[in-house]
């Protein structure tokens, strides 16, 4: 299996344009997690998903940011406008059966928003 | 969310047991404790996870103190590739979720 594969890796853009990182988990997995990380706040849970449903969106920051997971092997994360505080490292990651699973995760997409 | 409290910073030498302790005070009956470390310029990765037992594979054990307030995991030879940072986990049995903390940082020397 080729793992959980995250792109871009890398996303450079200005201030106010929209960004959408996309992630294709583990075939089968049925969790799916997005993460984000600074060297402020560490690793913070955005947004997870069970059976493409999205189940707890309370970690991720405002509107602007937005999650959808039409199918089993594919999610986006939409930031619209994006801001510089916004750059940062994108995590996905996919499980089976949530919490009592290890979790695998993507390389991440690092953004910086000029 | 459940909290976790590791040391910032811990440094072995190379070929040498290395304990990374963990301090879970508040944890409930159904959270499991995961570990993952990460690497520079990589995702987290999956190093062991139990509920009660002591566990072992293939990358490291996993000690888990009688009333669960505490885990430590051990690496029983480290080697440079070893040195990255280290997450203790609470997975969060009634949400779901898997709360990052800010981790150990482990430094090997040759």
């Known amino acids: 299996d080729a793992g959980v594969i995250q792109s871009p890796r890398h996303e450079v853009t200005e201030m106010g344009q929209e960004v959408t990182l996309r992630c294709k988990p583990i075939?089968?997995?049925?969790?799916l997690f997005w993460y984000r990380q600074t060297m402020m706040r560490g690793l913070e849970l955005l947004i997870y998903?069970?059976?493409?449903?999205?189940?707890?969106d309370s970690g991720m920051p405002e509107d602007r940011f937005s999650a959808k997971m039409p199918n089993a092997s594919f999610s986006t994360l939409k930031i619209q406008p994006s801001e510089p505080r916004d750059s940062a490292v994108y995590f996905c990651?996919?499980?089976?059966?949530?919490?009592?699973?290890?979790?695998?995760f993507g390389n991440g997409t690092r953004l910086t928003v000029t | 969310d459940a909290k976790t409290t590791q040391p910032n910073s811990m440094e072995s030498n190379e070929e040498e047991p290395v304990h990374l302790p963990c301090n879970h005070s508040?944890?409930?009956?159904?959270?499991?404790i995961h570990w993952y470390r990460q690497l520079p310029s990589q995702g987290p990765e999956y190093v062991i996870h139990g509920l009660t037992s002591n566990v072992n594979n293939r990358m490291a054990s996993l000690a888990i103190a009688e009333d669960r307030k505490s885990s430590t995991l051990i690496l029983h030879r480290a080697t440079l590739r070893d040195a990255a940072v280290y997450y203790c986990?609470?997975?969060?049995?009634?949400?779901?979720?898997?709360?990052f903390g800010q981790g150990t940082t482990l430094q090997v020397k040759p």
């Open positions: 986990i609470l997975f969060e049995g009634n949400t779901g979720k898997l709360i």
């Open positions: 990651a996919s499980s089976f059966w949530g919490y009592n699973s290890p979790l695998h």
């Open positions: 075939s089968g997995h049925d969790y």
């Open positions: 508040t944890i409930s009956g159904t959270d499991y």
């Open positions: 998903f069970n059976n493409n449903v999205p189940i707890d």
